[in-house]
């Protein structure tokens, strides 16, 4: 049985990412004082990989309005992220930063190495501003993933965080009605 990230800090890490044209310093301090995603996938130059980044980066100016930072994370060098920014279209829509991890030590601190190939799996931490795991989507390789339901969670998780004694229920959307958990409702959901 492994042990829920949920509610932990981030551990320690410090990695170059390939970010606007530059090759930028990233820490677990970086992501400290905002919302942040970080966003896992197996490898540069594949399949699934590039529709859920790009897919990502479709969504995030309205990410960004949000007060969030995205961090896509493989074990590929930063290098290696230039080179795919530079070779093709869909990745090259990406403003958000693209972290080499070839040692590996981010995404064993996140939980989601598969070991036997030194690759991630699909992984989507939504991380508060004091550096706390709030949501956690983990996939197989093969399964890709929405950020349009990425956003709508990241929408839940802030209201969440700014409305003590609320919840989100299924499928909640900004401006719907939310739940107030008390023993008046209870069985009656």
Known sequence: MT?????????????????????????EESLLGKWSVVFFYPADFTFVCPTELGDVADHYAKLQEL?????????????????????????????????????????????????EDG?????????????????IET??????????DLLRRVQAAQYVATHDGEVCPAAWQPGEETLAPSLDLVGKI
Do not use: C
């Open 3 to 27: 042990q829920s990230l949920i509610n932990t800090k981030i551990k320690p890490f410090k990695a170059t990412a390939f970010h606007n044209g530059e090759f930028v310093d990233v820490t």
């Open 67 to 115: 007060g969030v930072e995205v961090y896509s994370v493989s074990t590929d060098t930063h290098f290696t992220h230039k080179a795919w920014h530079d070779s093709s279209e869909t990745i090259n829509k990406i403003r958000f930063p693209m972290v080499g991890d070839p040692t590996g030590t981010i995404t064993r601190n996140f939980g989601v190495m598969i070991e």
């Open 119 to 135: 690759l991630a799996l699909r992984g989507t931490f939504i991380i508060n501003p004091e550096g706390e795991i709030k949501a």
């Open 139 to 148: 996939n197989d390789l093969g399964i890709g993933r929405s950020a349009k």
